[in-house]
């Protein structure tokens, strides 16, 4: 018996400069609230990225491209990740940085493509063959060894489920016990195990134990009806990428259930196109027999142009395929020279042919107030406390430099503050930290001034 377990290869996210982003922040006609969700002010610029996510949400976007475009610091990743959270985790939605192309191992137009297989889904819909219940009891039977010694192996598992309807008790085989293990299954929680693969899927803790502890994260789940062993519909979201990287190696038939079988290795091999070409003809059949359905999530290009002119042609030609995904784009860049070119000087360093069937969102430098709700904001979330007037003093700073460099002076300044003794940040703690670390113009300034004490 196989355990089939769907191992994802979604990225992590790098939120942790945004962890105080928790969405758009937009009232139910779509208008920003000033300040709502973690985001601050930008409101042109929110209210755009929330038609954005209702294009997506009703799939009038796949093929299409949106750029935001503004100056440093002005939350142009912010909102993109907003938007990734108002998506919720079934769309999906891959951050990369235009950097990342550049490999000595990879090509260039292997990493778009790749990255742009993980931002298509795929949820499938299949009826299995489950036995599904509140869990009554789970012992391991064990024997003696056949090794020998004097180790003991679990020759089996007797589990009993509960329904509406009946109890009954199943003798299983031990790699399924420990993926009950792995699900961390206990006594009282609703489970199903697949027929076929041994799959187990925790769904929750029953509902009649939902007064025994008050765990917050835990989720309820009513006592399942019918029978114990039933026909159920499952549904699995993944990626094209994971079907890309478990196929690698194709084992078995072409039909999709091996496919999802293979989901679980995690080998290194290359994707071919024609590995590529070979799954979108099988993922094509099964949508248009209905039992797969395509979601087209978000591709997100943070400093876009760091993309060069061969991977802007690639991109192009993506973004006209049948399936396509939704590509933000996003850059702090005015005019410059294209990558790869030596004299195509372009707006945001983004060749005219592509950035003419871009839709732009436009960021803009933020005021002192918003400035100031944003740091508080950023130290509620890092924890630290401090005192009003320290706050403006920062935000202060802040406009004659840039957000960025008062957000990086809080966690130096609150640990100032501890050394002098302070329960919270004080306006002197800052000063003394603005004297110790620079911001960029000033050591611009310095480097300027003194070029000769410098190697050059
Ligand atoms: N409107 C906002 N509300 C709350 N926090 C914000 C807002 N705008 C920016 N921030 C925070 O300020 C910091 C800088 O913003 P962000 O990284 O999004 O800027 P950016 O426009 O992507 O800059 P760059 O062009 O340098 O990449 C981040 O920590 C971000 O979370
Ligand atoms: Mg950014």
Request: aromatic share 4%; net charge neutral; proline share 4%.
């Amino acid at each position: 018996m196989k355990i089939e377990e769907v191992k994802s290869t979604v990225k992590t996210q790098r939120i942790s400069s945004h962890s105080h982003v928790k969405g758009l922040g937009l009232d139910e006609s779509g208008d920003p609230i000033q300040i709502a969700s973690g985001l601050v002010g930008q409101a042109d610029a929110r209210q755009a990225a929330g038609i954005v996510v209702d294009m997506i949400k009703t799939r009038k976007m796949a093929g299409r491209a949106v750029l935001v475009a503004g100056p440093p610091g002005t939350g142009k990743t912010a909102i993109a990740l907003a938007i990734a959270h108002e998506l919720g985790n079934k769309v999906p939605f891959c951050p990369m940085v235009g950097s990342e192309v550049y490999s000595s191992e990879i090509k260039k137009t292997e990493v778009l493509m790749e990255n742009f297989r993980r931002a298509i889904g795929l949820r499938i819909k299949e009826t299995k063959e489950v036995y599904e219940g509140e869990v009554t009891e789970m012992t391991p039977v064990e024997t003696d060894s056949t090794a020998g010694g004097y180790s003991k192996t679990v020759s089996h598992v007797i589990v009993g489920l509960k329904t509406a309807k009946g109890t009954k008790q199943l003798k299983l085989d031990p790699t399924i016990y420990e993926s009950l293990q792995k699900e961390k299954v206990e006594t009282g929680d609703v489970i199903y195990i697949e027929a076929n693969s041994g799959a187990v899927k925790r769904q929750g803790r029953s509902d009649s134990y939902a007064t025994e502890y008050d765990l917050e994260a835990e989720e309820y789940v009513p006592l399942p009806k019918g029978e114990v062993h039933k026909k159920k519909e499952v549904i699995q979201d993944v990626t094209l990428h994971d079907l890309d990287a478990a196929n690698a190696q194709p084992k078995g038939g072409q039909d999709i259930l091996s496919m999802m079988g293979q989901l679980m290795k995690t080998k290194k091999t290359e994707i071919t196109d024609k590995l590529r070409k070979e799954i979108n003809k099988v993922v094509n059949k099964y949508i248009d027999q209905g039992i797969a359905e395509l979601v087209p999530g978000v591709l997100f290009i943070d400093e876009v142009h760091m993309l060069d002119l061969e991977t802007f042609t690639y991109l192009h030609k993506a973004l006209e395929s049948t399936i396509a995904p939704i590509v933000i784009f996003a850059t702090n860049r005015g005019h410059c020279v294209v990558r790869g070119t030596d004299d195509i000087i372009a707006p945001h360093g983004i060749p005219m042919d592509l950035l003419d069937r871009l839709l732009i969102i436009r960021t803009l430098p933020y005021n002192r107030e918003e400035m100031e709700s944003i740091l508080k904001l950023r130290a509620q979330t890092e924890g630290h406390s401090i005192e009003p007037d320290a706050l403006h003093y920062l935000a202060e700073v802040g406009t004659s430099t840039t957000l960025r460099y008062a957000i990086q002076l809080l966690i130096p300044s609150s640990q100032n503050a501890k050394m002098n003794g302070h329960n919270s940040i004080l306006r002197v703690d800052i000063e003394e930290t603005t004297s110790l670390f620079m911001h960029a113009k000033e050591s611009c300034k310095i480097l300027r001034k003194c070029a000769d004490k410098f190697m050059k």
